[in-house]
C-alpha cells in the first residue's frame, strides 16, 4: 500500500485526524494537507507525514505556519485558492474532510485532476448536485463515500447484480441527543445539549445537525446522488444503538446490512483501499454486549428536517443548495457563529460554546421557509455553473440571517 498517495482536506478535524490514524496504520503517502486555521496542528502534521504540499485557508494562519516549517521541505499555500491548488495536486486519492460548502470547489478541482475521490463532505454533493455527479462520471474518478451510512450502503452493494435488483435503500439515524423529547422540552434546548451526541464524537456543526436531524436530510439527499436512486426509494430509520450502519433492501425482499462499532477510521479506511479490505486499528463488534437493536420510524412533525430534504429533491435546480445553504447558516446562528467564520471555530481543537443566537426550533423553520421563498421566487433551473451554486448559498444564508431575528 505504500505507493498510493493521499491528500487530506481538513486534516485537523474530527475525520481528518482519524482519517491521518489510518494514514499511519495503513502505510499510506501523503501529498497534501489542508485545514482551515490550526497553524499549531497542521505544524504537527507536517512534520510527522511530510507532505510536499499544505495549505490554510485562513491566510494570516498560513503566513503563521510558513514561519513554523520554514525548515522543512513543505511548501505551504493560503487561502481557499491555496486549499483548492493542493486539492487538484494529482493525488492518487482526496480525501475530502472540510466541513460545509467551502468544500466545493476542492473537490471539483480534485476531480479535474483525476484523482479518486473520498468523501466525507456531504455538503459537496448536496450543494453541488449533478455538477460533481457529471464531473465524476466525464473524469471516470471514483466518487466513494466516507460518511458511514453510505459506506455501509456501499459494501452492502457490492456483488448486486443490477440496479434493478434493488429495492430499497434503508439509512439509520441515531436520532441525536433529543430523541423522544416534546416540541416543549425542545423549546428550551441548549447548545450545550445539543452537543452531547450518544454516540459519535466529531465536529461541532455535524453534531448540531445530527441534534436537528438535518443531517439525515443531507444524507438522504446524499445517497440518492452517490447510489442514484430516487429519493422514494429511500427510507430513514431511528436506531438508537449506532450499530447497524445502515441497509439494502434487494426486490426478493432479502436485506443486507452492514454492522461495527460506532467508530470512523472503517468507513474511512474502506474507502482509502476499497475494493481491498485490511485491519483496522478500531475495536471488534462484540455482538452478545449490544442491547437489544431496536429500529423506529422518525418523527417527521417534531424534526421535519427529512420532510424538507425530499420537498427539496421535488422542486429540483437549486433547491438542494438552498437547503444546505439554510442550513448551514441556521447551524451557525444557532451555535453563535459570525457568517463566514466557520474554519476559525470548526478546528477540533476549538469546542468551545458560544451563546446561541437563535432557538433550536427556529432552525427548521427558517430553513422550511428560505426553501419556499425560493420555489415561489426564483426559477428552477436544471442545468447549472459553479457560480451558480455559490449565488444562490449566499442567497440562502442571506434569507436565514435577515429572517433570524423574526418571532418564533
Ligand atoms: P470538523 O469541524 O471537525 O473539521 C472540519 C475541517 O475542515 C477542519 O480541518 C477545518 O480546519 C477545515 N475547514 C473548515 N472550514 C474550512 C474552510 N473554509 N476551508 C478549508 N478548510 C476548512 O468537521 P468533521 O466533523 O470532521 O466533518 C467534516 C465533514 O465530514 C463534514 O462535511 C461532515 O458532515 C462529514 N462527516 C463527519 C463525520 C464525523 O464523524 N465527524 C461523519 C460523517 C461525515
Ligand atoms: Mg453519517
Request: glycine share 8%; aromatic share 4%; hydrophobic share 45%.
Amino acid at each position: 500500500m505504500t505507493e498510493k498517495t493521499l491528500c487530506i482536506l481538513g486534516s485537523t478535524g474530527s475525520i481528518g485526524t482519524q482519517a491521518l490514524e489510518v494514514t499511519r496504520s495503513l502505510g499510506l503517502r501523503l501529498t497534501a494537507l489542508t485545514a482551515g486555521s490550526n497553524a499549531a496542528l497542521l505544524e504537527d502534521q507536517i512534520r510527522e507525514f511530510a507532505p510536499s504540499v499544505a495549505a490554510l485557508a485562513d491566510e494570516k494562519a498560513a503566513a503563521d505556519l510558513r514561519v513554523r516549517v520554514a525548515d522543512t521541505p513543505t511548501k505551504v499555500l493560503a487561502g481557499s485558492d491555496g486549499v483548492a491548488e493542493c486539492a487538484g495536486c494529482g493525488a492518487n486519492t482526496v480525501l475530502n474532510a472540510i466541513v460545509g460548502i467551502a468544500g466545493l470547489e476542492p473537490t471539483l478541482r480534485a476531480i479535474a485532476a483525476g484523482s479518486d475521490i473520498a468523501l466525507a463532505n456531504k455538503e459537496t454533493l448536496v450543494a453541488g448536485g449533478s455538477l460533481v455527479t457529471a464531473a465524476v462520471h466525464e473524469k471516470g474518478v471514483r466518487l466513494l463515500p466516507v460518511d458511514s451510512e453510505h459506506s455501509a450502503i456501499f459494501q452492502a452493494l457490492q456483488g448486486c447484480p443490477s440496479p434493478e435488483s434493488v429495492k430499497r435503500l434503508i439509512l439509520t439515524a441515531s436520532g441525536g441527543p433529543f430523541f423522544g423529547k416534546t416540541r416543549a422540552e425542545l423549546q428550551r434546548v441548549t447548545l450545550a445539549d445539543a452537543l452531547k451526541h450518544p454516540n459519535w464524537s466529531m465536529g461541532a456543526k455535524i453534531t448540531v445537525d445530527s441534534a436537528t436531524m438535518f443531517n439525515k436530510g443531507l444524507e438522504l439527499i446524499e445517497a440518492v446522488r452517490l447510489f442514484n436512486v430516487p429519493a422514494e426509494r429511500v427510507e430513514v430509520l431511528i436506531h438508537r444503538q449506532s450499530v447497524v450502519h445502515s441497509l439494502v433492501e434487494y426486490r426478493d425482499n432479502s436485506v443486507i446490512a452492514q454492522l461495527g462499532v460506532p467508530d470512523m477510521k472503517i468507513p474511512i479506511q474502506y474507502a482509502l483501499t476499497y475494493p481491498e479490505r485490511l485491519p483496522c486499528p478500531v475495536q471488534t463488534l462484540d455482538l452478545t454486549r449490544c442491547a437489544a437493536l431496536t429500529f423506529e420510524p422518525p418523527d417527521d412533525e417534531l424534526f421535519p428536517a427529512i420532510k424538507l430534504a425530499r420537498a427539496a429533491m421535488r422542486a429540483g435546480g437549486l433547491a438542494t443548495a438552498v437547503y444546505n445553504g439554510a442550513n448551514e447558516r441556521a447551524n451557525e446562528l444557532f451555535r453563535g457563529e459570525h457568517d463566514g467564520a466557520a474554519f476559525h471555530a470548526t478546528d477540533s481543537a476549538d469546542r468551545s460554546v458560544r451563546a446561541e443566537q437563535i432557538r433550536f426550533l427556529r432552525i427548521a423553520e427558517l430553513i422550511e421557509a428560505a426553501l419556499c421563498a425560493y420555489t415561489h421566487e426564483m426559477h428552477t433551473q436544471s442545468g447549472y455553473t459553479l457560480g451558480d451554486v455559490l449565488d444562490i448559498d449566499t442567497w440562502a444564508r442571506e434569507f436565514v440571517q435577515s429572517k433570524s431575528s423574526g418571532k418564533e
